[in-house]
T-cell receptor
């Protein structure tokens, strides 16, 4: 079984709809991240969580919110989706401490299309 | 603004040749530089990292070189194989970031021809 799973893998929705992307991990990691990937722009950090009680904004948090329901679960919500949120979304995890930050484990991604 | 970038968006090499993927950075406060590989349809995967006080680090078929004078990072892949075809991202970790935030570059698409 995959260590980091994302659901759904693909989603097409309409402008104005509320969307939730979910991420679960079995690695036992404290840290979880949500990234957005657009062609030619690399990966941009949306939100990250140090632990269950810690949520931090990343580079592009506007229009998004997150919830860390448990150590293993981190969900990303688009309260009112807009077309420029069409992108590939990745969840990632990492262990805490020292060099462990450098190796983030990514899920398979969710391709979101907002019409 | 974005501090991590790449010189070339695409690179094509023949199987068996060596590949060199380049990356420029501007944040002198970064304490680690990291390379990730993303195969088609998958999430990025860690390859290798290098601490800012090092010039070179070798892994299995890969070598990372860091030139702090010109703020340049490169990933060398020896005897490139078809399975190396992927997008390669460099990333940097800010020394001041206690949460291990990484800043990714835009990526280089490596294509390996038979």
């Amino acid at each position: 079984d995959a260590d980091v799973t994302q659901t759904p893998r693909n989603r097409i929705t309409k402008t104005g709809k509320r969307i939730m992307l979910e991420c679960s991990q079995t690695k036992g990691h404290d840290r979880m991240y949500w990234y957005r990937q657009d062609p030619g722009l690399g990966l941009r950090l949306i939100y990250y969580s140090f632990d269950v009680k810690d949520i931090n904004k990343g580079e592009i948090s506007d229009g998004y919110s997150v919830s860390r329901q448990a150590q293993a679960k981190f969900s990303l919500s688009l309260e009112s989706a807009i077309p420029n949120q069409t992108a590939l979304y990745f969840c990632a995890t990492s262990s805490s401490g020292g060099l462990s930050y450098n190796e983030q484990f990514f899920g398979p991604g969710t391709r979101l299309t907002v019409l | 603004g974005e501090s991590v970038g790449l010189h070339l968006p695409t690179l094509s090499v023949q199987e068996g040749d060596n590949s060199i993927i380049n990356c420029a950075y501007s944040n002198s406060a970064s304490d680690y530089f990291i390379w990730y590989k993303q195969e088609s349809g998958k999430g990025p995967q860690f390859i290798i990292d290098i601490r800012s006080n090092m010039d070179k680090r070798q892994g299995q078929r890969v070598t990372v070189l860091l030139n702090k004078t010109v703020k340049h990072l490169s990933l060398q892949i020896a005897a490139t194989q078809p399975g190396d075809s992927a997008v390669y991202f460099c990333a940097e970790r800010d020394r001041g970031s206690t949460l291990g935030r990484l800043y990714f570059g835009r990526g280089t698409q490596l294509t390996v021809w038979p």
